[in-house]
């Protein structure tokens, strides 16, 4: 069974640094790519950036490049999204999802709920 | 970046009516890489439909998308309680991959 298991759930204060994480599980994890897609509250779904696991190659909507980092570490099948200075506006929902060139988002993580506040 | 508009806003109609969801994109979509996700309260959203026409794993046959080029389509032929949900399309034949702002189907 495919699955895609994140981490729990988060609350910082702006200015800290930030890494959750998104593990595979039934699938070959470097066989697909993992995107990230956020969503802030009460609001749509937003594509952030995907990473390759195969060879870390990585992709960013201009809407995120440079606020945060996709990686991945293959051998523990296990992709990541860091933030070095979160802000209040990261406040929202964050999604890992399996994607292929055919069939877009097929499996979602459950989400990991990043909550930052002074 | 394709900008994808979905209409309409909110929806509502009753148990086995007909449900039919539009998405227009700003410019074709290549390969008709366009996808359809539904999402509960309190969940992820969950793939219907890819490549615009074809249906995920699992999804019943009332569920069907169709269209080409810059519009697009999803129909629920007879809608059960609980299909009552949030609708996305998303298009990811290019970069970056963008969605809809998603239709609310409610129960009337």
């Known amino acids: 069974e495919v699955q895609l298991v994140q981490s729990g759930a988060e609350v910082k204060k702006p200015g800290e640094s930030l890494r959750i994480s998104c593990k595979g599980s039934g699938y070959s994890f470097t066989s697909y790519w993992i995107s990230w897609v956020r969503q802030m509250p009460g609001k749509g779904l937003e594509w952030m950036g995907r990473i390759d696991p195969s060879d870390s190659y990585t992709n960013y909507s201009p809407s995120f490049q440079g606020h945060v980092t996709i990686s991945a570490d293959k051998s523990i099948s296990t992709a990541y999204l860091q933030w070095s200075s979160l802000k209040a506006s990261d406040t929202a929902m964050y999604y890992c999802?399996?994607?292929?060139?055919?069939?877009?988002?097929?499996?979602w993580g459950q989400g990991t709920l990043v909550t930052v506040s002074s | 970046e394709i900008v994808l508009t979905q209409s309409p806003g909110t929806l509502s109609l009753s148990p086995g009516e007909r449900a039919t969801l539009s998405c227009r994109a700003s410019?074709?979509?290549?390969?008709?890489?366009l996808a359809w996700y539904q999402q509960k309260p309190g969940q992820a959203p969950r793939l219907l439909i890819y490549g615009a026409s074809s249906r995920a794993t699992g999804i019943p046959d009332r569920f069907s998308g169709s269209g080409s080029g810059t519009d697009f389509t999803l129909t629920i032929s007879r809608l059960e309680p609980e299909d009552f949900a949030v609708y996305y399309c998303?298009?990811?034949?290019?970069?970056?991959?963008?969605f809809g702002q998603g239709t609310r189907l409610e129960i009337k």
């Open positions: 999802a399996r994607q292929t060139v055919v069939t877009g988002f097929d499996y």
């Open positions: 998303q298009q990811y034949g290019s970069s970056p991959n963008t």
């Open positions: 410019q074709s979509v290549s390969s008709s890489y």
